[in-house]
């Protein structure tokens, strides 16, 4: 094959559907034909807001990253023909909204057994990054209150964990009513919509007013980040996981984040963990049923409705939980 269908971004807000050439594939490399993608809140801050450091326009599947395919060629000796892969690609070489791939080996893993549908495994990318997050800094959460801003698959993987890690109890707050209703399946305790103040009243009648042991911003936005300090108890600590939804700079209380003595953290980058530790972890999980994944995408459109699909996952109409792209 010399083409392909792919998405490009051409300027901000306005992403296209077009044919273009399959890149060549060099020593160390794959082509991947792509049979699931789906949509991270990354990829709508690049679309609807221009926060990549590449500006528009972009090169075909962009800014795609999460994804699942199968080898159609390879340069690399861990990979043959007929392998079916998870891709996690570097965010700058992402590709996944596009029929074939050409990408770095060492940014795939192959898929384990698994009886569900191949769409489950795609759930490991963004598992995985929160995996990376979650492990890097190793805070004990035996007992303790967590908050989670933002209830998407990272949101929700990251209550999870928490409750995996023996979290007494985990709040949890988003705009999206259907992401509040699955997230007990998730170890949610309390499930609060993201409104103004209700967060925070929320969050102090549920910890008797000193705020959570840990706040795990997953948004990205700078509405949930002026919010944040105040939903956290003197002294806690803070995740800031969410990529940011802007390139200028946000306002942020500095005042109160001083004075309560809070720690924050971020973390970014699991891709470049060797042997992607993280990415496999989380494909054990699922494919072991450890965790249920089956009924977090909730809409998946095909590959010519790239802009339908982000405009659904951005606006989060029929109340979206996870839109992925297939590729009939």
């Known amino acids: 094959m010399t083409k392909m269908r792919a998405s490009r971004v051409v300027e901000v807000g306005r992403i296209i559907y077009e044919e273009v ?20 809140g990354s990829d709508l801050h690049v679309v609807f807001g221009g926060t990549s450091l590449t500006p528009p326009p972009q090169p075909p599947g962009f800014p795609g990253h999460e994804g699942v395919g199968e080898v159609l060629e390879s340069r690399d000796g861990r990979f043959e023909p007929g392998d079916l892969v998870l891709t996690c690609p570097w965010p700058t070489d992402a590709g996944c909204f596009a029929d074939f791939q ?4 060492r940014y795939c893993l192959k898929l384990p057994k698994y009886d569900g549908p191949t769409e489950d495994l795609m759930m490991a990318q963004q598992l995985g990054a929160v995996l990376f997050a979650f492990r890097r800094n190793k805070l004990d959460l035996h007992g303790k209150t967590v908050m989670v801003m933002g ?33 007990s399946a998730f170890g949610v305790d309390v499930a609060v919509m ?54 200028e700079n946000v306002p942020f ?21 060797p042997d992607l530790v993280s990415f496999a972890q989380g494909l054990n999980l699922i494919s072991s049923g450890e965790i249920d994944v089956s009924k977090m995408v909730s809409h998946t459109l095909p590959i010519e409705q790239i802009d339908e699909a982000l405009h659904l996952a951005h606006e989060r109409d029929d109340d979206a939980l996870k839109v992925s792209l297939s590729f009939p």
């Open 21 to 40: 050439d399959v890149l060549p594939v060099a020593e160390g490399q794959l082509l991947v034909e792509t049979r699931h993608a789906s949509i991270c």
């Open 253 to 273: 209380n500095f005042n109160t984040f001083f004075r309560k003595k809070l720690t924050a953290y971020t973390e970014y980058g699991a891709q470049h963990e």
């Open 102 to 105: 050409t990408i770095t080996a």
């Open 151 to 183: 209830l998407g698959s990272s949101g929700q993987f990251f209550s999870y964990l928490a409750k995996r890690a023996g979290a007494a109890q985990v709040i949890g707050s988003d705009k999206s009513t259907a992401r509040l209703a699955a997230s």
């Open 194 to 247: 993201a409104e103004g103040d209700d967060v925070v009243q929320a969050v102090n009648d549920h910890t008797g007013g000193e705020g959570a042991d840990l706040l795990i911003e997953a948004v990205g936005s700078q509405e949930a980040l002026l919010q944040s300090v105040d939903l956290v108890r003197p002294s806690g600590d803070m995740l800031l996981f969410g990529v940011p939804d802007t390139l």
